[in-house]
C-alpha cells in the first residue's frame, strides 16, 4: 500500500473510532439525563481504540462516583453497556475504554505503581511473582508496565479468577 493509501486507511479507522465516541457519548448523555446526575462527556482517540470520559468539577463528582462503584465494578458494566449500544447502532464491535470520574486513570496509577514494585522483586529474588486476580484492563496496564521495564508477564486463570505472572525472560 502507497503512502498515501496508507494515510487514508488510518484517517478512516480514527473516523470510525471518533463516530464510535460519539454514540458513546449519545448513549451516556441520555443516561445521564435519566439519573438526573450532572458531567461532561470528553471524546478522544488514544492507542487504536476510542476513549470516553464522564468527568464534573467537584460539586458534581460525588454523583459521579455512583457510576463508578465499589472497585470499578459499575464502571466495568456501564462500559460494557456502552459497548453494545455503539455496537447496535454501528453494527461492529467496540472496544472504547470507557473512565468515569477519574477512576480509571487513578487506578492506572497505582497499577504501574504496583507493577515497579513487581518488577523489581522479579529482579532481585529471580523467582516468578503471581499477582492476584483483576480485570482485563488491570491486567492490560500490568503488561504494559511489565513490558516498558524489559520483563515478561502472562495472564493465567480463567473468568473472574485471571490474573497476571511476571518473570524474567
Known sequence: ???????????????????????AADYLEELLDIADIGGDIDIDV?????????????????????????????LDALQELTRLAVQTRSGERSGLMLDVAGFREQRKAVLRQQAAEIVAEVRSTGQEVA????????????????????????????????FVVVRQQ
Open 46 to 74: 488514544e492507542h487504536g481504540r476510542a476513549v470516553v470520559a464522564v468527568v464534573a468539577d467537584e460539586a458534581e463528582s460525588g454523583e459521579l462516583e455512583r457510576l463508578v462503584g465499589a472497585d470499578g465494578e459499575v
Open 1 to 23: 500500500m502507497s503512502e498515501d493509501g496508507e494515510a487514508v486507511a488510518k484517517s478512516q479507522r480514527v473516523r470510525r473510532l471518533e463516530e464510535d465516541g460519539e454514540i
Open 131 to 162: 499477582l492476584e486476580p483483576m480485570n482485563a484492563f488491570e491486567r492490560k496496564v500490568i503488561h504494559d508496565a511489565v513490558a516498558d521495564a524489559g520483563l515478561v508477564s502472562e495472564s493465567s486463570g480463567t473468568g473472574a479468577d485471571r
